[in-house]
């Protein structure tokens, strides 16, 4: 029983939470003493066997962030790619190895996209998000689907489960939000208890945005020409509805969620007879739908048993008409109908105190119909197939797992079809402490992974190669933790880890042109290594009775080394394109009575555009600074907040890929009606 | 438990200061290099140097003009930025060519032509043409090709190619006429203006020469030869040589004989053209044909005699010196080099750019910008 009572004590200290502990008085029995809200929801986060950050709860609301995208751009270890404005596309490239490498998690599945493998994490809003974890690795917890041991990161995004106070059977919460480029994003939330265990919850969001923000670039001739972009609109809806259930000794959750959109494509900003062409050829229309649910059940002291099931549909259109734009010779309008069936089940096996044992095993079909000139249809079936081991010691604690992936693929008579891949990859993780539920703590992971080519790298009609390889890395971890609570001190928490990481990625498939620009094809032809450290300290003040400040810094460096080339190339060992050697990240937030505040910064170094690290292709260093202040009060019963947001507050002229301008300073006032 | 506390918090003030540390190493780039040339070009000689554009990357606005002097043996990178204050010269450089003492630069991705002082490099005008390809020059007129022509909705939905007239004096677009789809290269003979329709966007390529009667500015016939067409040349003899890219498949890669006088097809020679170049009676040629059956692209050298139409020579450069991938060839009429540039394995990284002598054995090379494609030779000294 102490045992557990520790081990809950270890657990509790280093959950990511900013809990804010009324320092320690003697008591007087006669006052009615009220201790701040401690939300203790959400996993629990293994943060000392495995590089995890999160931001969650309140600290996600305050934040001047309106994506995924934006929300993890605060993240140590990570680079986002990001076209510019609301509609751009923002991928997320963890530690260097690429973004087809990075597993993307909504409530615990993965979200699929075997056509191009990367997920657009800007199309994900913050509005019901509870929290968002980066995991490098694989989470560290055994009892888990196959797919989670199967990304060389992971990004998880919680939606928000349904919690009622003990008098109340629902929550309605209205939020309006309205801002700069025509910003209009109104969202409704209504959670129902409908019995004791079962309860309900309707999210829908709808944006529109005109996207016609000004930007500056540099002519020789004439000096700092402000432009607005163009065909930069965006237009979505997002309906979610979930049921939650409570059973004994377990849960299941069942969720419907849609998502539609219409966008412009901008295309790169380029030198140019300034107004002479519109470019507005270039539109792109998206549905997504999924049925996914979940049942997890502690069927006696030693077998859990979880099962996890999943239908998605996805539909893109993409248009460009020569009609709007001078400059366009060729019409394309592409249907890409996409199908994914997936079934998952996990069982733990808690063989002693000690040791645990978890086999998952995961099943997926996908389907990819496409109108383009002789399409392949690719067909393909995944079985994932895992074994896991954890060993928990009193100081030392050992996490290994298996991971058995099997591909088969089939196309009709227009292709070939790829050959079948079998591939074993395991992972070791191992974490010491130094002192028994001390506040240090120190840990290792070995892992090896591969990305699948996508079925347009294999089957794109005259640009896929269906004798592709699948890339492969490996990761080596190894870093510390340190978390520590100081009661009676004004600084009463803080909390750190340090990690070094190496990693090697090789087959990496590259788009190369063949004999002239307008045909490519994929290839096996790159060879990457990874070095580099992320740092991240985050604290906790409590400056006063009223007033609460918590701070967050992070920070990274990177040597990201393009090995492709021959050694005698003058290229060879080029830092890949667009990852900076330094970047950071400071978040600094607070809490004053009914108002929250929270200032946001983000620092990304020199980076090139190119493996060919020449002056030419060098990017300029960027600063961004955010801010968000909001006041809650509450009017005729009911409860209010108001919050003001600046983006890029000093108006900072930048781009993170090179001709696609970033939005200057911009805004956005929203208002939150809870019910 | 304060120790630690101070240790950290004495960390996350030195982590900033590591922000200096290992940039990585730049791989540094001379502006101007002096080759060794030994290129027998005297003074007085009608060539002095010439211009290299290099293409740069579709969307990253990269395209630069490189300048080389025989006289000094100085190669000056991107010589376009050294004499207009930094300025990019725009988006996928396509062509370039001299006409009088300008300088003209067919900037494809930035819908422009640039028109330079051909004696200083400086900027004197920018032209607006949608999709502009290639030039081409006749008695005071400049002809564009371009792939923005009229849209032909209800059929294809896609752009027929036109081709611009734009007077010299005036630098302005006069008139436009309506070709094949995709025009590449031109060519005019006999008071004819010759276009190789590509049909480079259409499923199944457009295989015509176009031709356009200069005194009308109307378009008079299309020749039909074969898919994809692409370079173009008058020989010494006057005949035109068209070469296809081919479609990747088992339509090859050829070079097509039209006599101007009939316009009619009179032969074709079996040589794979990527590009090509004319010194005398004869063409220089290298291939780099890639196939979808084999997934691989094919390098390879000709000669063709234009007086005989017969390959003389599968071999130019005879010294064992291996290009990856040659991306131009252009020969020095004066002294008989031959320039062959190379993009090099990966796309976007700089080329490279080698000299050989009319025996083909390696003089010098330099370091080009991205995608040295075009060249051309001129008398003005920079």
Redesign the interface.
């Known amino acids: 029983m102490r045992k557990f009572v520790v081990f809950l004590c270890t657990t509790f200290m280093c959950m990511h939470l900013f809990a804010q502990v009324q320092s320690k008085v003697k008591v007087d029995t006669t006052h009615t003493y009220s201790i701040a809200n401690i939300t203790v929801r959400g996993r629990y986060l293994s943060k000392e066997l495995i590089p995890v950050q999160t931001l969650q709860g309140e600290e996600l609301e305050k934040l001047a962030a309106h994506s995924v995208a934006d929300a993890i751009r605060y993240f140590s270890g990570l680079q986002i790619k990001d076209y510019g404005g609301v509609g751009g596309l923002k991928t997320v490239n963890i530690r260097g190895m690429g973004s087809e490498h990075v597993g993307v998690f909504y409530d615990g599945i993965e979200l699929g996209n075997a056509q191009n493998g990367t997920v657009d994490l800007g199309r994900f809003s913050l509005d019901n998000m509870e929290s968002v974890t980066v995991f490098n690795g694989q989470k560290a917890e055994i009892f888990q689907s196959a797919k989670d041991f199967g990304s060389a990161g992971t990004v998880y995004m919680q939606t928000r489960t349904p919690s009622f106070s003990h008098d109340k059977s629902y929550n309605v919460k209205a939020t309006y939000k309205a801002g700069s480029f025509g910003l209009v994003n109104p969202s409704a939330l209504w959670e129902q208890r409908i019995t004791k265990n079962i309860s309900s919850s309707l999210n829908t969001e709808y944006l529109y945005t005109n996207g016609k923000y000004k930007f500056t670039y540099a ?3 004439i000096k700092d020409t402000t432009a607005t972009r163009h065909n930069d609109d965006v237009k979505a809806m997002r309906i979610e509805y979930g049921l939650f259930g409570k059973i004994k000794g377990g849960e299941w959750r069942l969720k419907n969620y849609f998502y539609s959109s219409e966008r412009g494509f901008p ?7 300034p107004g ?2 519109t470019h507005d050829a270039d539109r792109q229309w998206d549905t997504s739908y999924f049925l996914q649910g979940s049942y997890k059940k502690k069927v006696n002291e030693w077998y859990n048993l979880m099962v996890n099931g999943k239908y998605a549909y996805d539909y893109l259109r993409y248009l460009s008409d ?2 709007l734009d ?6 394309v309008n592409n249907h890409f109908h996409q199908k994914e069936i997936y079934l998952s089940t996990a069982q733990q096996f808690t063989l002693s105190p000690i040791l645990a044992a978890d086999v998952s095993v995961d099943l997926q079909r996908n389907l990819l119909k496409a109108d383009l ?1 002789n399409f392949v249809d690719p067909k393909r079936w995944t079985v994932l197939s895992a074994a896991a081991a954890s060993l928990n010691l009193q100081r030392v604690k050992v996490q290994s797992s298996l991971l058995l992936t099997y591909v088969h693929e089939s196309v009709n008579q227009y292709g070939t079809a790829a050959h079948d891949k079998k591939k074993f990859t395991p992972t070791i993780i191992i974490s010491w402490q130094p002192k028994e539920n001390g ?2 703590s120190f840990r290792t992971f070995y892992k090896r992974t591969f990305r699948m080519p996508t079925l347009n790298d294999l089957y794109y009609t ?1 640009i896929g ?1 269906s ?1 592709l390889k699948p890339e492969e890395a490996t990761q080596y971890d190894a870093g510390l933790t ?1 978390g ?1 609570t ?1 009661y009676d001190h004004w ?1 009463n928490r ?1 909390e ?1 880890q ?1 990690d070094g990481y190496y990693n090697r990625v090789k087959n990496k498939i ?10 490519w ?1 994929m290839m096996n ?1 790159g060879k990457v290594s990874i070095k580099g450290i992320d ?1 991240g ?1 985050s604290t906790g003040w409590q400056i006063s009775k009223d007033l609460q400040i918590g701070t967050r ?1 992070t ?1 990274t ?1 990177e ?1 990201a080394q393009d090995l ?2 021959s050694k005698d190339s ?2 060879y060992g ?2 890949l394109p667009y990852i900076p ?2 970047s ?1 990240s400071v978040i600094l937030d607070g809490a004053y009575r009914n108002w929250d505040w929270s200032y946001s910064y983000i620092y990304t ?2 980076r090139y ?10 990017e300029n260093p960027y600063k961004t600074s955010d801010m968000s202040i909001s006041h809650e009060f509450i009017w005729k019963k009911t409860n209010f907040k108001l919050t003001a947001e600046v983006n890029n507050l000093f108006n900072q002229q930048y781009e993170v890929v ?2 696609y301008p970033m939005p200057g300073r911009n805004m956005k006032i929203i208002l939150n009606i809870r019910l | 438990m304060k120790k630690y506390f101070y240790f950290i918090a004495a960390l996350t003030l030195f982590l900033p200061a590591l922000s200096s540390c290992d940039d990585g190493n730049e791989v540094s780039q001379d502006t101007e290099t002096v080759v060794d040339s030994d290129s027998g070009i005297s003074s007085t000689d009608s060539i002095q140097g010439f211009y290299l554009l290099n293409e740069g990357q579709s969307g990253q606005n990269n395209a630069s003009l490189d300048y080389y002097n025989y006289a000094t043996g100085t190669y000056s990178l991107n010589k376009f930025g050294t004499v207009n204050a930094n300025a990019s010269i725009g988006d996928t450089g396509n062509d370039i060519e001299i006409y009088g003492n300008k300088l003209y630069v067919v900037v494809n991705g930035s819908n422009m032509v640039q028109v330079l002082d051909a004696t200083t490099c400086k900027q004197i005008k920018k032209i607006s043409i949608p999709n502009c390809r290639d030039i081409t020059f006749y008695k005071g007129k400049a002809y564009v090709s371009s792939y923005a022509g009229t849209l032909n909705w209800n059929n294809s939905n896609n752009r027929l190619g036109y081709v611009a007239r734009v007077d010299t004096a005036e630098l302005s677009v006069s008139d436009t006429c309506n070709v094949g789809y995709q025009p590449e290269q031109m060519a005019i003979y006999g008071g004819k203006l010759y276009v190789a329709n590509s049909g480079g966007f259409m499923p199944t390529y457009d295989n015509r020469v176009s031709v356009i009667n200069l005194s009308t500015f109307k378009k008079e016939k299309d020749i039909k030869v074969n898919v994809n067409l692409n370079k173009m040349l008058i020989s010494k003899e006057n005949e035109l040589f068209v070469s296809t890219n081919g479609d990747y498949y088992y339509n090859t890669s050829k070079l097509y004989v039209i006599n101007p006088a009939t316009d009619a097809l009179t032969d074709s020679i079996n040589v794979s053209v990527a590009g090509m170049s004319k010194s005398g009676d004869s063409i220089y040629v290298y291939g780099a044909e890639y196939s979808y059956l084999t997934s691989k692209t094919t390098i390879s050298y000709h000669i063709v005699n234009t007086e005989t139409h017969k390959v003389v020579s599968d071999q130019i450069i005879t010294d064992g010196t291996s290009i990856a991938s040659p991306y131009m060839i252009k020969v020095n009429s004066i002294n008989k080099d031959i320039f062959i540039s190379d993009s090099g394995s990966t796309y976007g990284s700089p080329g490279i750019l080698y000299c050989f002598n009319s025996k083909g054995k390696l003089k010098w090379q330099v370091t080009t910008g991205v995608g040295p494609g075009h060249m051309v030779f001129t008398k003005f000294k920079l």
């Not at chain 1, 295309?267 to 007879?273: K, R």
């Not at chain 1, 001078?326 to 019409?331: I, Q, R």
Request: with cysteine; proline share 3%; hydrophobic share 40%.
């Open positions: 002519l020789s001739d295309g790169a900003v380029v030198l140019e007879e002479k062409f020569p009609r001078e400059t366009v010779a060729l019409y000139n506040d240090l005259s190669n004798s340190y520590h100081i600084i803080i750190m340090l590259v788009a190369m042109p063949t004999s002239n620009q307008f045909r094809s032809f740092v300290v810094i920070y460096y040597k492709s080339l003058k290229y080029g830092q050697w330094n950071g170094g020199n555009t190119n493996s060919a690290n020449i002056a030419a292709n060098k090179r001709c």
